[in-house]
T-cell receptor, first 112, second 111 residues
Framework: DARVTQTPRHKVTEMGQEVTMRCQPI?????VFWYRQTMMQGLELLAY????????DSGMPKDRFSAEMPDATLATLKIQPSEPRDSAVYFC??????????FGPGTRLTVL | GENVEQHPSTLSVQEGDSAVIKCTYS??????FPWYKQELGKGPQLIID???NVGEKKDQRIAVTLNKTAKHFSLHITETQPEDSAVYFC??????????WGAGTKLIIKP
């Protein structure tokens, strides 16, 4: 059955390194969301796209984070340079306008 | 902007009993209220949702009620089972599709 896939599932890196997380949304979905989940902050929306166009990335630290959709089958979230406070689980979700968001399994990022 | 508060943060109930989780929202223009369940190591998954033109919706053992006047909505789980143990999130949405999330409730079902 159709599901959102994310890679990698786990990432351990050192402070200052670049991290790229990838997401394949469900085919046919026109909205893509990036969330960050921590114990302290819960689910934070970082960015979302509709029809591959970024509509809101106000939740993202602009100096180090960037999100793109190079095509309809791939969304990327990049952190450069990474910092220990970026350690969290990053979720990608996709959906259709005004409907359910389908979440991927997440990428657990640890920055040492 | 919209703000969603969720209570309690942790709820422990005996298996077979009912569980109720409550959320309040601040923007009266919000018109869509989903509930998501997150199991350990997985992403959240939609379990039930309600739109502002409906007061109550049921799906087997789960139900959601909405009070637009008071701006609160609740999740009700009856006859709780061990597999109901998870973190539950409420959310609210305006006419766009961006969800404003509650902080989550960890539901523990005691055998």
């Amino acid at each position: 059955d159709a599901r959102v896939t994310q890679t990698p599932r786990h990432k351990v890196t050192e402070m200052g390194q670049e991290v790229t997380m990838r997401c394949q949304p469900i085919l046919g979905h026109n909205t893509v969301f990036w969330y960050r989940q921590t114990m302290m902050q819960g689910l934070e929306l970082l960015a979302y796209f509709r029809n591959r166009a970024p509509l809101d990335d106000s939740g993202m630290p602009k100096d180090r984070f960037s999100a793109e959709m190079p095509d309809a089958t791939l969304a990327t979230l990049k952190i450069q340079p990474s910092e220990p406070r970026d350690s969290a689980v990053y979720f990608c979700a996709s959906g259709l306008l005004r409907a359910e968001q389908f979440f991927g399994p997440g990428t657990r990022l640890t920055v040492l | 902007g919209e703000n969603v508060e969720q209570h309690p943060s942790t709820l422990s109930v005996q298996e077979g009993d009912s569980a109720v989780i409550k959320c309040t929202y601040s923007d009266s223009a919000s018109n869509y209220f989903p509930w998501y369940k997150q199991e350990l190591g997985k992403g959240p998954q939609l379990i039930i949702d309600i739109r502002s033109n409906v007061g109550e919706k049921k799906d087997q053992r789960i139900a959601v009620t909405l009070n637009k006047t008071a701006k609160h909505f609740s999740l009700h789980i009856t006859e709780t089972q061990p597999e109901d143990s998870a973190v539950y999130f409420c959310a609210a949405s305006l006419s766009n599709y961006q969800l404003i999330w509650g902080a989550g409730t960890k539901l523990i079902i005691k055998p």
